[in-house]
């Protein structure tokens, strides 16, 4: 089996106090390229202020909504202030913003929950940040982290990497799901119909080519440089053809429209920043202390490990692991995840979390902190210049997050795959991640599988005891609406 890719260089002289602070020269980086890799995250990630708000739009058990224009203000600062706390203290090229699994979890199932308010949905988010604040302090959240085997962390990274390719291609509208003769539908398939037509689509494919291309002939700045002409060819294909977004303001669908932001340059407005603090720990009187624990163990238990899986899969394709596969500051990167749980609770935007388009920056050589330093004062200045969001449309950033895919399911060569029983959760772990379209679904059944699976080989002393707490806490995750229904909730 290969060694783990590092980039620390111990013996480089710092060239000044910031290169010493941040180790750039140490872990094999320049100024430069941590700060074009700082950019290619915002870039990647930058779609959240959009999307964030119109997952949250609907209306809660009470029938009120959040507003669109607060919940955008509130995700593009709650993302700078916890992106920023990742850059300078715990060092590592990590973005962090609102999580979409979480989102969507609050608004499809918790939020639709009868006399359950939007301050008290954002008030169980808060509390399952503060469980998790109070696991990284006692030290449990990171011996688990420690206890997963190496095979898992291996699946883990690949899973990203499938996953972040889907992510991309299901972006640019490349992927789409296709209905059947029956009128059902088949998971997923080429294009519109079978067939790949409108010009987002050709944006999509001429980025993706010139994006390979670069990185392929090594050229510096290669990703970036692919976002950068993708928008700029989306922008002036809208300008001549007028394309429009796939489904406007009235809810007229375009099928071969721009996936989520037609490049465009709306007015500016000041930001809403109302919904701070505007959070109600009332859930537990209003739906009862066993429904409302049951609704934070759900939160809880998927923010927990989809860090643990994103930081492991980010880390190692930066290079900022040990000989064994630690990560450096694993401790501050944990903790600061869990205070943007927290925080984004608290600020009505949802838990804010490490985000896979990370990998995004990494793939362009950001190595330090001080990328996540240029990507969260790009987030403080997206909430007063929000227009300049709308330039850049999802189609130009899906080649730059295919091309980090594939640099992420390459360390599929790390796992043994004589050992058998530890290949198998390995390969569950990667192939549940893009085909549920969550991280810690995978995690979660891999994580079973190993434990399974090494007692039935005789070898159930190789399973971790904190193995065994996580994987009968996953039964219970995937058996939650079974124990709902049995205690009648």
Do not use: C
Not at 46 to 69: E, K, M, R
């Amino acid at each position: 089996m290969s060694t783990l890719r590092t980039v620390n260089h111990q013996d480089v002289e710092p060239k000044n106090k910031l290169d010493k602070f941040f180790k750039i020269s140490q872990r094999g980086s320049t100024l430069g390229t941590e700060i074009r890799g700082g950019l290619a995250t915002f870039l990647a990630m930058s779609y959240i202020i959009v999307l964030n708000p119109l997952v949250l739009s609907g209306a809660d058990g009470s029938g009120q909504t959040l507003g669109i224009s607060a919940v955008a203000a509130a995700t593009a600062l709650i993302a700078a202030v916890i992106t920023l706390l990742m850059g300078l203290w715990a060092n590592h090229p990590f973005g962090l913003a609102a999580g979409l699994g979480v989102n969507a979890l609050l608004a499809i199932t918790i939020a639709t929950t009868p006399d359950l308010t939007w301050p008290e949905v954002m008030g169980l988010v808060v509390v399952a940040g503060l469980v998790m604040v109070l696991l990284v302090l006692t030290g449990f959240r990171t011996a688990v982290f420690r206890a997963v085997p190496d095979a898992i962390k291996t699946g883990i990274v690949v899973g990203i990497g499938f996953f972040i390719t889907l992510i991309g291609l299901v972006n640019a509208g490349f992927v789409r799901r296709l209905p059947d003769e029956a009128g059902t539908t088949v998971p997923l398939g080429l294009g519109i119909g079978g067939e790949l037509s409108g010009w987002p689509i050709l944006v999509f494919v001429i980025g993706l080519a010139l994006t390979a291309i670069l990185v392929v002939r090594q050229v510096r700045g290669a990703i970036l440089i692919g976002i950068v002409v993708s928008t700029i060819l989306a922008n002036i294909l809208e300008g001549v053809f007028h394309i429009g977004p796939s489904v406007d303001d009235a809810g007229n669908v375009n099928p071969e429209g721009w996936s989520l932001v037609a490049p465009a340059m709306p007015g500016w407005n000041a930001p809403d920043l109302s919904l701070l603090g505007n959070v109600s720990l009332g859930a537990f009187s209003s739906i009862g202390s066993i429904a409302a624990a049951l609704l934070v163990f759900a939160i809880l238990l998927s923010v927990f490990f989809d860090a643990m899986g994103t930081s492991v899969g980010l880390a190692r394709e930066a290079g900022n692991v040990d000989d064994v596969g630690n990560i450096p500051n694993l401790d501050r990167v944990l903790l600061v995840d869990a205070i943007g749980v927290t925080a984004g609770g608290a600020g009505s935007a949802s838990s804010t979390q490490i985000f896979v388009e990370s990998g995004t920056g990494i793939g362009e050589g950001a190595r330090t902190g001080f990328a996540s330093l240029i990507t969260g004062v790009l987030f403080l200045a997206a909430m007063f210049l929000t227009p300049l969001i709308y330039l850049v449309p999802f189609e130009a950033v899906a080649p730059a997050l295919v091309i980090v895919g594939f640099m992420m399911v390459s360390q599929v060569r790390q796992i043994d795959w004589n050992d058998v029983g530890a290949a198998i959760p390995a390969f569950i772990t990667f192939a549940l991640m893009p085909f549920t379209y969550s991280i810690v679904n995978g995690i979660g059944a891999g994580i079973i599988a190993y434990a399974v699976i090494r007692t039935g080989q005789g070898r159930g002393r190789e399973v971790h005891p904190l193995l065994w707490v996580v994987a009968i806490a996953f039964v219970f995750y995937f058996g939650m609406g079974v124990f709902q229904n049995m205690l009648g909730l």
